[in-house]
Structure formats: structure tokens, C-alpha cells
């Protein structure tokens, strides 16, 4: 299997690369609220560690989904972070990861939304 970095896409051959992984979370018929509160510790670690990029519900008609964008080094480390997610272990939700190839966009502060702070870099 070949890595983000490796696959060839015409067009972006000279620009930057930053390769990171969407998860895609699937809620199943089941009510996801007793495992809220670790969710969201398990999303704060990852943040903590710097492994997280953006995390959020989607507002969609099918159920309580969501996305979360990681920044880590292969897709193994990305599909074991979300076997690891709490609600993925109870067993009510599924998930996909895909990898994403950010060519556009620019930032330069990092802001934790979970603890309100902020960092210029």
C-alpha cells in the first residue's frame, strides 16, 4: 500500500504537501450520549498531543455523524486512533479514514478550542 506522500496526482507536483486523515464517524441506531464524556476527553488527548486538527459533529439527516481531521504520520496511526475512540469500542459507531492532501490554505496560530487557549507560531 502506498503512503499519502507516494501517490502521484497531476497538476500539484511542486506544490507543498501536508498530508493529513479525515475520519468519518457513522453513528449506528443507538443512543450515543453515555459515552459523550470520554469522547471528548479521548479528542482533547489527541489535541493535547497535537494530533488533532478539527473535530466535529456533521448536521445531517441520518443520525448523529461526524468528522475528525487528523495529523499524524500514516494511516495506521490514523485507523487506530478511531478503534481506540470510546464510542467505537462500545460498539455504536462505525468509522472510514481517508487521507486528505491539503495543497491550498494558510494558517499560522494554533487555537485549542477545548481549554480557550491560543498560540501565534
Known amino acids: 500500500m502506498s503512503t499519502p506522500s507516494e ?3 497531476p497538476g500539484v507536483s511542486k506544490m507543498p504537501k501536508l498530508v493529513s486523515f479525515i475520519v468519518f464517524w457513522y453513528a449506528k441506531d ?3 450520549d453515555p459515552w459523550i464524556t470520554e469522547h471528548l476527553q479521548y479528542i482533547k488527548l489527541l489535541e493535547e498531543k497535537g494530533k488533532l ?3 466535529g459533529p456533521l448536521s445531517t439527516r441520518k443520525g448523529p455523524n461526524g468528522v475528525t481531521v487528523l495529523l499524524v ?31 491550498e490554505g494558510a494558517f499560522s496560530l494554533q487555537v485549542c478550542m477545548s481549554d480557550d487557549s491560543a498560540q501565534a507560531s
Open 30 to 32: 443507538k443512543e450515543l
Open 7 to 9: 501517490v502521484s496526482q
Open 73 to 103: 504520520k500514516d494511516e495506521d496511526e490514523a485507523r487506530a486512533i478511531a478503534e481506540n475512540e470510546p464510542i467505537v469500542k462500545a460498539g455504536v459507531r462505525d468509522f472510514a479514514v481517508e487521507p486528505w492532501f491539503i495543497h
Open 53 to 55: 486538527f478539527a473535530s
